[in-house]
């Protein structure tokens, strides 16, 4: 089999059992992947390969964006622009329509960002993305001495860009994904292999940080990527590969993956496909609750 149920709720979220399948190969180390439900094609980046590309149902894969100075994690906004965290410039950017660049965030006080790394975007247009120094090591980034002592989880205001640093006592921090009311942000660390939870007041600041639940197992793997699907399940990447969590924060099972899972998201024309981006592949897995479009 390739999945582990933990509790029964599992059978209707995912599934008794999954085929996972791989639409593609052959990269460095693929992550970021986002799916544009409009044009019906999903996004990835190959972090040490340099490049981003994009990927459509009929199999084709074209270069999307190159040099992605080390992109990683990418998010839309309500626009449906391509935000990016990039590691080896230590900046967070925005495609736009025209394919142009431009830089919203570079740095925190007059000290470079560490290697800003998963990024999400909330309705109203703010920008959340946390900062690890993951960026900054051989093969995943740039080697280079980092500025800040700390590694946080900012928001961005898209208007004024405006920066605030809203937690800084993360070891590692990585995953992050919004409630289904956005009253609620998840966070995961991936050194402390745990999640926390914050409530999101109404300045879009964070509050009441504490511990949601840890990711468990005895396989290779860590949290990394993380999002909620259409009825409030978390997914995360964790031992082995996705660790699928309740709302009450129960595990309900972990899918497995042939290789370590970096990331992932839903897609395809129900939202029901989970692709994910796993070492040097990008597979996709059947899923019986769907995700929720990007925007």
């Known amino acids: 089999m390739n999945v582990e149920i933990r509790d029964e709720r599992f059978r209707a979220v995912v599934g008794d059992?999954?085929?996972i399948e791989e639409v593609a190969g052959g990269f460095e180390f693929t992550e970021g992947p986002i799916w544009n439900h409009l044009e019906n094609h999903l996004i990835f980046s190959d972090i040490p390969g340099k490049i981003m590309r994009r990927w459509r149902p009929d199999g084709s894969i074209e270069t999307w964006r190159q040099p992605s100075n080390m992109a990683n994690g990418n998010a839309y906004d309500g626009e449906g622009r391509v935000i990016t965290?990039?590691?080896?410039?230590?900046r967070v950017t925005r495609t736009e329509s025209d394919g142009s660049v431009t830089v919203l965030a570079t740095h925190h006080g007059d000290k470079e960002l560490n290697s800003p790394n998963d990024i999400v975007v909330k309705s109203d247009g703010a920008i959340y993305f946390t900062d690890p120094g993951f960026g900054r090591m051989e093969y995943y980034g740039l080697p280079r001495e980092q500025q800040l002592d700390f590694q946080g989880v900012y928001r961005l205001d898209p208007d004024s860009r405006e920066l605030t640093l809203l937690v800084d006592n993360f070891d590692q921090?990585?995953?992050?994904?919004?409630?289904?009311?956005?009253?609620q942000l998840f966070v995961n660390d991936t050194m402390r292999a745990h999640i926390r939870v914050f409530d999101v007041n109404r300045e879009g600041t964070l509050e009441n940080g504490r511990f949601w639940a840890e990711v468990t197992g005895d396989r290779d793997g860590v949290?990394?990527?993380?999002?909620?699907?259409?009825?409030?399940?978390?997914?995360?990447?964790?031992?082995?590969?996705?660790?699928?969590?309740?709302?009450?924060?129960?595990?309900?099972?972990?899918?497995?993956?042939?290789?370590?899972?970096?990331?992932?998201?839903?897609?395809?024309?129900d939202m029901k496909s989970l692709f994910v981006t796993a070492g040097s592949s990008l597979y996709r897995v059947r899923v019986l609750v769907a995700g929720r479009h990007a925007f």
């Open 173 to 183: 921090p990585n995953g992050l994904c919004f409630s289904l009311d956005e009253s």
């Open 17 to 19: 059992d999954v085929n």
């Open 223 to 269: 949290p990394d990527g993380m999002k909620v699907d259409s009825e409030g399940n978390l997914y995360v990447t964790g031992p082995g590969g996705i660790h699928v969590f309740g709302p009450d924060a129960a595990c309900l099972g972990v899918i497995y993956m042939p290789q370590g899972c970096a990331n992932f998201c839903w897609g395809g024309d």
């Open 85 to 90: 965290c990039e590691h080896a410039t230590s």
